[in-house]
């Protein structure tokens, strides 16, 4: 039997954090595994917190993943991995885009990303923040980011362990832009210390 993967998905609503849930949970169906995706709370249509559980593996029962239970976050906003560090159990890999949005109250300051990066690796997380807005940029689309931070969590954490990346590119082709999102969750999820290292990557 193989070991199941509790994966929360971060971020602000508008960011595509449901397709990149639902990319893996359709991949690991693929892969003869059982997913369950569940959104929590989001007021994605308001541009509001958006956190999607994913659970793979085998006879999973519940949804939702309990705090502290988490193996993996995958977030598209640095505030947004902060506000869900409660979900990851010590030891916890974390990849997050470096993005972050100003609060839409007037008056408030965002963190800073230092702050935020210190607060998550002091907490005994492995933690890889990477620009992933900027990478999708590069690549033609900024709505790619998405698949950017899949391909890379794809490359540093166990979801490879569970998924492969033949399961993950047939999940993917489901998406608009399929050609563009192919290129991008092929070329993170790839192996490239040169890359991380040209883009100053946390």
């Known amino acids: 039997m193989k070991e199941g993967l509790n994966i929360i998905v971060a971020g602000v609503g508008g ?10 949970g359709e991949a690991a169906v693929l892969e003869g595994l059982e997913a369950l995706v569940a959104e929590t709370h989001g007021l994605s249509q308001r541009g509001g917190s958006v956190i999607v559980h994913v659970r793979i593996g085998e006879n999973i029962e519940a949804p939702l ?11 598209m906003e640095a505030m947004e991995t902060l506000r869900s560090i409660g979900y990851m159990r010590r030891g916890g890999v974390i990849v997050s885009d470096t993005l972050i949005i100003p609060p839409s109250i007037p008056g408030v300051k965002p963190l800073k990303l230092e702050d935020i990066v210190g607060a998550i690796k002091s907490a005994g997380l492995e933690a890889h923040f990477i620009s992933a807005s900027e990478e999708a940029k590069r690549l033609g689309d900024f709505r790619t980011a998405n698949i950017v931070l899949l391909g890379y969590a794809y490359k540093v954490s166990k979801i490879k ?22 290129k991008a969750l092929t070329l993170y999820a790839t192996p490239d210390a040169n890359l991380e290292r040209a883009r100053g990557w946390v």
Do not use: W
């Open 161 to 182: 362990d569970l998924i492969s990346l033949h399961s993950l590119m047939k999940a993917v082709e489901t998406l608009p832009g399929r050609d563009l999102n192919l």
């Open 15 to 24: 960011q595509g954090i449901l397709s990149l849930a639902r990319v893996l």
């Open 65 to 75: 993943i309990p705090v502290g239970e988490a193996d993996i976050m995958i977030s």
